[in-house]
């Protein structure tokens, strides 16, 4: 495996590992204004990401298929849906802000569900982008190597308000300033794991691409609609995480078209 690829898959890891750094540096809850507008941040970053860097080469992909070239894309983005759909209802786990646990009922302690509500919403991340190195180690004419540097990119910016949001809560409620960042960083670890295992099973299985593309788009989405739109539209001045949407799908679309 390359050094570019390596590089790529550990870009993401490195924006959750300095977003959960804020906990040295900042003291006490983030203000929920800046949540609102770093989750819909994220959000937009997320659902361009599926479009234009998932989703749509999926699509080219199966080009050969005439009218029907969106069929892998959308079984696939099926599959994805409904994998993080089947996580979200067996993996105890507890959303920052929240008191009611999602999932089976579960005696892990606070913290470790915290974690894994994040883990869960990493998990499709990582493997969004170890779809698109898969396709750039295989030469696939449409994914080049800016496009997946892109993506890399665009999930890493993302990244980081979600290690903050991570650490600081867990710092506030009593966690150690070094065990909140190591659970922030924790968190994001199961990209980088995810990106390898995407890698290694797309390498066996050269013509499932088109289907992996989209799944990652679709177990984004999912995270996206299921988790963070809602926590940008509760409560009052839900404009303001409809804005940051609309920029981080900007931001995203335009990494993608000026680096791919």
Known sequence: MSMEVIRGILIPFLGTSLGAACVFFMRGRLNPMVQRALTGFAAGVMVAASVWSLLLPAIEQSAHMGRLAFLPAAAGFWVGVLFLLLLDRTVPHLHAGLNEEEGPRSSLARTTKLVLAVTIHNLPEGMAVGVVYAGLLQGNAGISA?????????????????????????????????????????????EPLGALLTIWFSTLVVPALPYMLSFAAGAMVYVVVEELIPETQAGAHSNLGTVMFALGFTVMMALDCALG
């Open 146 to 190: 800016a496009g997946a540097l892109a993506l890399a990119l665009g999930i890493a910016i993302q990244n980081f308000p979600e290690g903050a949001i991570i650490s600081m809560p867990l710092r506030a409620e009593g966690a150690g300033t070094g065990k909140a960042f190591l659970y922030g960083v924790l968190s994001g670890a199961v």
